[in-house]
């Protein structure tokens, strides 16, 4: 597993931006995945995970209704798209995977490096 996120920026409150995270391994409809995010001085937050199959979703209270998590196995990418972004969703942004079917972050052993959101009013 290899991951690389990407299309994170600055954005003003109430824009939308769409992330994505791209793994150049031959396991991917073997994983499941999920966006989590860390912001100055907070401790690092599970926002969605999405099931091998992409029929299982799950979101984290802050961000349901404006985020949705969403996977392409064919392309081996995970999608974030966050729509009305709030200067609270301001934090770097990490992908992650397991081959466990679960959504308990700590068994999340597979990271990508980060990209930065930043929402400006």
């Known amino acids: 597993v290899q991951l690389q996120a990407s299309g994170g920026g600055l954005v003003q409150a109430g824009d939308s931006l769409r992330l994505s995270c791209v793994d150049s391994g031959r396991t991917f409809g073997d994983l499941s995945l999920a966006w989590f995010r860390q912001a100055p001085e907070k401790e690092r937050e599970m926002v969605a995970a999405?099931?091998?199959?992409?029929?299982?979703?799950y979101y984290t209270d802050s961000v349901k209704g404006r985020f949705t998590i969403s996977r392409d196995n064919a392309k081996n990418t995970v999608y974030l798209q966050m729509n009305s972004l709030k200067l609270e969703d301001t934090a770097v942004y990490y992908c992650?995977?397991?081959?466990?079917?679960?959504?308990?972050?700590?068994?999340?052993?597979?990271w990508g490096q980060g990209t930065q959101v930043t929402v400006s009013s």
């Open positions: 992650a995977a397991t081959y466990r079917n679960t959504v308990t972050p700590i068994l999340y052993n597979s």
């Open positions: 999405i099931s091998r199959s992409g029929g299982g979703t």
